[in-house]
């Protein structure tokens, strides 16, 4: 099948001119303009000009770490004006002059050229109106490539001989275009870009569309011009200078993909190039519009504050999200690189095809390519079950985020856009692929997919709304789906199903729901604050046959369902598949009936783990007594599914911070946890096996890191883990020593049993290793170490520069999560380098500061604890990371209060331990 191509200028967002000209009323000349319509708030450019076409040329010095540059922006002067306002930050401008195609007057230079330091904004004052009409802005400038992995940036590398060298790359997303060239840098404001590099002739460059022109100049550089992108937003354009190697493949349907990776490193690259070819073909017959341009390169970037970024037909990567090395790679990196990969690919479509209008909007690019990339994965390995780990991986994170009163809509409004820096949370991606995977439970496959090709195809290279996503859908299927839809996107929070009576009979059982809105904390609902959702109602049962979806928006409703067998051991599932983001509260003759449906595994896999993670966050929120959890957890004795394992193993996890302040508790916890393990861990084994598929190497390494730490002092498990560390010193190179699964459970067994020898022998590993995903086994393991001077040694080489900025937080986190007094340490080592750490990070993404904070004091249970990092802050404000802060503090609240309703409860007595032990 021939590829069709897409014309690089196909349609214009008519739209967005019309919502940007119904501002201009509030315009004053060279400033900010606050918008009037569903907008109100936002700090937008002002709207007489907008660029159409960017000619774009940068000279890369890697010696200097500079760049110079010159632009010829066609711009569209919409209204008489004296001046031009842009965005540029961090870059020096030389010289400016305009020159209008309207009336063929000569170029004019600005009077004057003004910089506002806090907006970011660059302002050209020119003495007369420019002429409305088309002309062209010329301006030269130069910029730093800096190395806080934002803008146009400088990373290490090493190359084949081991020298160590510097290469250049970007990251735009989401405001930092402007750090590489003046621009008008809001999603809506698309443009065209051609653009050329000037670049030492020893190395590669490459941007997002291929090369059309390379011409040698003297001094042993080369310039390459590269085709015109179609068009884009700002934050999507992307170039990278250095050294690499690649392999690459074509697609059946004729776009050739290439992964580049560090020199020595292509083999590296081919399981992500298999995942990308087989993903295109797939995209392009979902949505039936053909990938748009001649090529696809995806780039392994040595320092990296993301995961990856979707920059379009030029995909970069942190390396080992794209690079695997199939002798030692774990199943979950292996898992990992594939999603990432199926991720960034969604986006060429929803997000660069097709993209938001505004920020608010944001999760209308990461919902959706959160959703697509399980669709993908289990497309690709429909061995892996991804939608089974969906419910602990995606869910969970929603859920646990989402019930707190500091969480956010969906659609948050955003008035300046560096606030959207807050909002790349579980929200936006994890929450939105949620609503994603239930709407299309309720509208069905063959509708879902419509929906999406007619909106794909109505407004490519344009911007939209999420109501645009809404009509598609309801168009395709008839169904109100706007309606559905704004209860789960426009306001905060999601409901919890309380099953208030239950009626059965020969046919069946009706149940008296009643929905309201889920607080972590328990905390009443005010009047005010009153809310439901329109609430797709799925069910089944022991018995049941299918039954369609029904809609509720109701507060109180009954639900019905049939059953061939009524009997006693009859059991019923609300949200059953786990499709919808709620949580579910059943009376306690329903949870009895569960439990041997949990036993059994009669219940499917993905509805064992939705009731134990709903469980747990009732107990929290004072909604279910905690023996009750407990000995629902005791239920699961029999498990042996990894998916099931890992939402048992967060349960867990979040029992052991809020338990560990008490001795005997804690105690009776850990046996109990002992006991629970032991029956899986006998039947995985720590030996792996030939017939091991997926799912069986992911629970192997899920038990043995879960013996490591509930099972501490364990003979038999200190013997298995040091064998393994024997044969991993005697050659750290060789895969079989120990599978990646669980080497970091080894590494920490044994480091907690030993000393500073041990302590030495795991660091020297780092070195030792050159994978990527070898060093971080490092890095998560060091804080193990018994001794306090230890843990501390631990943070200070964290803080030392031996460690990439990217990566400096991992050894922190396992500092924290070692033990009470490693968590005690981590938050006074952060108290004592706040002004170190503001330095290391002074201008990069505010997420890297926010691992660093949450990493640091984030598991600690207790209001007394979250008072004093809260005074901590007040008197050391950080702006940027305001939300996830107080998200921070509410949680350590919650588990401060969950630890003193376990102790008040019968769960805080020796009597129901007795009686599971």
Not at 6 to 29: C, I, M, P, W, Y
Not at 179 to 197: S, Y
Not at 836 to 856: C, G, Q
């Amino acid at each position: 099948q021939k590829r069709k191509r897409h014309s690089a200028n196909t349609g214009k967002d008519t739209s967005v001119v019309q919502d940007r000209q119904q501002q201009t009323a509030l315009f004053n000349e060279g400033r900010l303009i606050m918008a009037t319509d569903k907008a109100a708030g936002r700090v937008l450019l002002p709207t007489h000009t907008e660029p159409l076409h960017y000619d774009l040329t940068l000279d890369v010095d890697l010696d200097k770490f500079t760049f110079d540059g010159k632009e010829v922006v066609t711009v569209d002067v919409k209204e008489s004006t004296t001046s031009v306002v842009l965005h540029s930050k961090e870059i020096a401008v030389s010289s400016v002059s305009f020159v209008s195609d309207a009336d063929g007057s000569s170029a004019v230079s600005p009077t004057a050229i003004n910089f506002d330091l806090k907006a970011t904004t660059l302002t050209f004052v020119f003495a007369e109106p420019l002429t409305v009409g088309q002309g062209k802005l010329t301006i030269d400038f130069v910029g730093q490539l800096n190395n806080q992995m934002a803008g146009f940036y400088r990373s290490k590398y090493t190359d084949v001989s081991g020298a160590s060298k510097f290469m250049a790359s970007t990251q735009f997303e989401a405001l930092d275009a402007r750090r590489c060239f003046p621009c008008w840098d809001e999603p809506a404001l698309k443009a065209v870009f051609k653009c050329t590099l000037i670049v030492p002739t020893n190395l590669t460059a490459f941007s997002n569309m291929p090369e059309t022109a390379v011409r040698l100049l003297p001094g042993g550089r080369k310039s390459i011009d590269f085709m015109e992108t179609p068009r884009m937003s700002t934050y999507l354009l992307a170039f990278c200078v250095g050294e690499f190697d690649f392999v690459q493949a074509k697609t059946e349907h004729g776009v050739l993909v290439r992964v580049y990776t560090p020199p020595g490193k292509a083999e590296q690259g081919t399981f992500s190039l298999g995942c990308a070819t087989r993903t295109l073909d797939f995209y392009d017959d979902f949505f039936q519009i053909p990938y748009p341009l001649p090529k696809l390169d995806m780039v392994a970037i040595p320092e990296f504050a993301m995961g990856a970024m979707e920059n379009w037909g030029l995909v970069t990567y942190r390396e080992v999200d794209v690079l695997i090395d199939n002798a030692k790679a774990s199943s979950q990196q292996k898992q990992r690189v594939c999603t990432v990969v199926t991720h960034e690919l969604a986006h060429q479509w929803f997000g660069n095809l097709v993209t938001m209008r505004w920020w608010d909007d944001l999760w209308l690019n990461e919902g959706f390519a959160s959703w697509t990339q399980t669709f993908a994965a289990d497309f690709l390995f429909p061995e892996w079950q991804m939608w089974e780990q969906f419910v602990t991986d995606d869910q969970a994170a929603a859920l646990r985020l989402d019930a707190l009163r500091t969480s956010h809509p969906i659609q948050v409004p955003i008035a300046h856009a560096e606030e959207v820096e807050q909002v790349f949370d579980a929200i936006s991606y994890c929450k939105g692929a949620c609503v994603v995977r239930m709407i299309h439970a309720v509208l069905g496959p063959e509708a879902f997919q419509k929906g999406l090709q007619n909106y794909m195809q109505k407004y490519k290279y344009t911007n939209t709304e999420t109501t645009d996503l809404w009509q598609a859908w309801q168009d395709a299927s008839g169904k109100p789906i706007q309606q559905v839809m704004a209860s789960w996107t426009e306001q905060m929070g999601f409901p919890l199903l309380t099953v208030t009576s239950e009626s059965w009979d020969a046919a069946g059982v009706t149940l008296e729901v009643e929905q309201s809105w889920f607080l972590a904390d328990g905390s009443a609902v005010k009047p005010e604050e009153e809310k439901t959702w329109t609430v797709p109602v799925i069910v089944g049962g022991s018995s049941a046959s299918a039954q369609p979806v029904d809609l509720q928006s109701d507060k109180k409703f009954k639900v019905t369902i049939p059953l061939s067998d009524a009997g006693e051991s009859a059991w019923v599932k609300l949200n059953f598949g786990q499709h919808v983001p709620q949580r579910v509260a059943y009376t306690p003759a329903l949870w009895q009936r569960l439990i041997p449906a949990i036993k059994s595994k009669a219940l499917a896999a993905e509805d064992r783990a939705g009731l134990i993670l709903d469980a747990y966050a009732l107990t929290q929120a004072g909604k279910m007594d905690p023996a009750a959890l407990i000995r629902l957890l005791a239920a699961y004795e029999n498990e042996d599914n990894g998916t099931v394992w890992d939402s048992l193993a967060q349960v867990i996890g979040g029992l052991y911070k809020v338990l560990i302040q008490n001795k005997e508790v804690f105690g009776n916890f850990l046996a109990f946890v002992s006991k629970l393990l032991s029956k899986v861990a006998a039947q995985v084994g720590w030996e792996p096996k030939d017939t091991d598929g997926h799912g069986t190497k992911l629970l192997r390494g899920t038990i043995i890191s879960m013996l490591g730490k509930y099972s501490e002092g364990d003979a038999a498990v200190n013997a298995e883990a040091r064998k393994r560390f024997d044969a991993i010193m005697a050659d750290p190179k060789d895969p079989s020593a120990c599978p990646a699964e669980y080497k970091v459970a080894v590494l920490k067994i044994v480091l907690r049993a030993g000393g500073e020898a041990e302590y030495e022998q795991v660091l020297s590993l780092f070195d030792k290793y050159e994978d990527n995903a070898e060093k971080k086994h490092v890095m998560h393991a060091l804080g193990a170490a018994p001794s306090l001077a230890l843990k501390r040694r631990t943070l200070d080489w964290a803080t030392s520069g031996a460690v990439k900025l990217q990566d400096f937080f991992y050894p922190i986190l396992s500092v924290s999560s070692s033990s009470k007094e490693g968590l005690t340490l981590a938050w006074q080592y952060f108290q004592d380098n706040f002004d170190r750490y503001e330095t290391m990070l002074a201008s990069a993404s505010p997420s890297l500061f926010s691992a660093v904070i949450i990493y640091s004091c984030g598991s600690f249970a207790s209001a007394e604890k979250a008072e004093e990092i809260e005074a901590f802050f007040k008197a050391h404000p950080r702006p940027s990371n305001e939300r996830r802060i107080s998200q921070m503090l509410e949680s350590i609240r919650n588990n401060g209060a969950l630890a003193e309703k376990f102790l008040a409860s019968e769960a805080g007595k020796q009597e129901l331990w007795a009686s599971l032990l």
